[in-house]
């Protein structure tokens, strides 16, 4: 039986309404999705969500992909999306998301899932969506609205100046100069305006200033 649901589902993750379309044949279905349980064919996640065991997994699961089914609407976002990029250096052990609902946190068998909540107005800007092998994919900010998201969710940091602004990001945060310089100034200021933040305004300049620098030296 394991190895023909293997079959009918191509990727590693999935819901419960997959599990029927497979089972539905069975006078039992329920019981029979105890009895994978059991034998470790497959893991419950949370409720209505679930990874194939070890044994039988053609690839690694991707734990973007959950944080966006666990949850949602959501996309990663915030640390996790920070080091995913490469502007942060520690490892990011919990997964971080967004959502246009009220914060969550669910604590797992394959890790710690974390939602913060924002307004429609600012979820619905600066999303990209990843495409993994078995038509797979997950929904993730991109790097200035990652740490735009950082930015707003870290209310217990005060920055009202542009020297302030430099020192949360060189120094709290530790994210290089360069790698700044890189970020997209006018879609920062664009987030800033879904968000109605001046903290984020105050970074769009940042990284403008840090952009031209970097233009009058190459």
Do not use: W
Not at 78 to 90: K, R, W
Not at 106 to 121: A, K, W
Not at 134 to 149: N, T, Y
């Amino acid at each position: 039986m394991v190895e023909e649901l293997r079959r009918k589902i191509n990727g590693e993750e999935f819901d419960y309404q997959a599990l029927l379309d497979y089972l539905r044949e069975y006078n039992c279905p329920r019981d029979k999705v105890t009895d994978l349980l059991r034998r470790g064919a497959i893991i419950r996640v949370k409720k209505g969500i679930y990874i194939f065991g070890e044994r039988y997994r053609r690839r690694p699961f991707s734990r973007e992909a959950l944080a966006n089914m666990i949850y949602g609407p959501s996309y990663v976002s915030l640390d996790y999306a920070l080091h995913y990029y490469g502007l942060i250096p520690e490892r990011v052990e919990a997964m971080t998301s967004i959502t246009c609902k009220r914060g969550r946190r669910f604590v797992t068998p394959v890790g710690l899932f974390i939602y913060r909540g924002i307004p429609m107005s600012a979820y619905q800007i600066g999303i990209d969506r990843v495409v993994l092998e078995g038509r797979r994919s997950f929904l993730i900010a991109i790097r200035e609205k990652a740490l735009a998201d950082k930015i707003h969710d870290d209310r217990g940091t005060a920055i009202r100046t542009q020297a302030e602004m430099q020192a949360y990001l060189l120094h709290s945060l530790r994210i290089d100069a360069e790698e700044l310089g890189r970020l997209d100034a006018e879609m920062l200021y664009l987030i800033a305006d879904r968000y109605k933040s001046r903290k984020i305004r105050l970074l769009s300049g940042f990284v403008r200033r840090l952009g031209v620098r970097r233009e009058g030296y190459e």
